[in-house]
């Protein structure tokens, strides 16, 4: 009778240890955005930057990807117009492709007729032009870059300030309390850094694709002022 009595006790002991492992399982359960919003209020400009980054990067990369389309028969044409003296026609040609090569031909069609020299200067500072366009705002990510990492920076410094503050005032040096304040305070840090690596990313990425334009370019505007002095 007492091992039949000692058994139930048992058996009522682990029934409720189990449901407070399981209570104390459920609440340590977050879930991600939860766990996110516990960065604290940097976090706020830090999702701005995010935003504007994958605006920034999707506007720009769709702006130079159409810009930088060089047409492999444009030139072909233009100087094929050029060489049989119809001007007008190579510069209707130039201005219909609606791309920066075009618009860099179409300035170099417009002096034929000068020289050489500043044939090859006009079309080179069309060239500029077109470069500068492509590179509008892309200053803007190499910034964010630099801003984002910093302000998860600052948004963990003033919660470790915050958690030993609160050590001081209330005294209680609990491995608990620093470590709780500490990895929310810490997730600021971690949002920016991500932030940065995309807009650092993205910043390079796209300047490496201006840089391959601007390469194809000056081979086309070699190409056409040897088409000028061969006619």
Not at 118 to 127: G, H, L, W
Not at 139 to 145: K, V
Not at 153 to 175: A, D, L, R
């Amino acid at each position: 009778m007492f091992s039949y009595i000692q058994l139930q006790a048992d058996t009522i002991a682990n029934a409720a240890s189990n449901v407070v492992v399981e209570n104390v399982a459920s609440n340590t359960e977050i879930s991600v955005l939860g766990f996110i919003l516990k960065g604290g209020f940097f976090l706020i400009p830090i999702s701005i930057l995010l935003f504007y980054t994958f605006y920034l990067i999707i506007e720009r990369y769709l702006y130079i990807n159409k810009a930088s389309k060089i047409d492999t028969h444009l030139l072909k044409d233009v100087s094929v117009n050029l060489i049989s003296g119809k001007l007008d026609m190579a510069l209707a040609i130039a201005e219909r492709s609606n791309t920066a090569s075009g618009n860099i031909l179409k300035e170099g069609v417009q002096v034929v007729g000068r020289p050489i020299t500043e044939i090859e200067s006009n079309m080179d500072r069309a060239a500029d032009i077109e470069i500068g366009e492509m590179e509008k705002h892309l200053g803007q990510l190499g910034l964010i870059a630099g801003i984002a990492p910093t302000l998860g920076f600052i948004g963990t410094i003033s919660g470790v300030i915050k958690i030993f503050y609160s050590i001081s005032v209330t005294e209680n040096i609990s491995i608990g309390n620093i470590s709780g304040g500490l990895y929310e305070k810490m997730i600021s840090s971690g949002a920016g850094l991500i932030v940065g690596i995309i807009a650092y990313s993205g910043y390079h990425l796209l300047n490496g694709k201006i840089d391959h334009f601007a390469l194809k370019i000056q081979k086309q505007i070699l190409e056409f002022v040897n088409i000028i002095q061969k006619s």
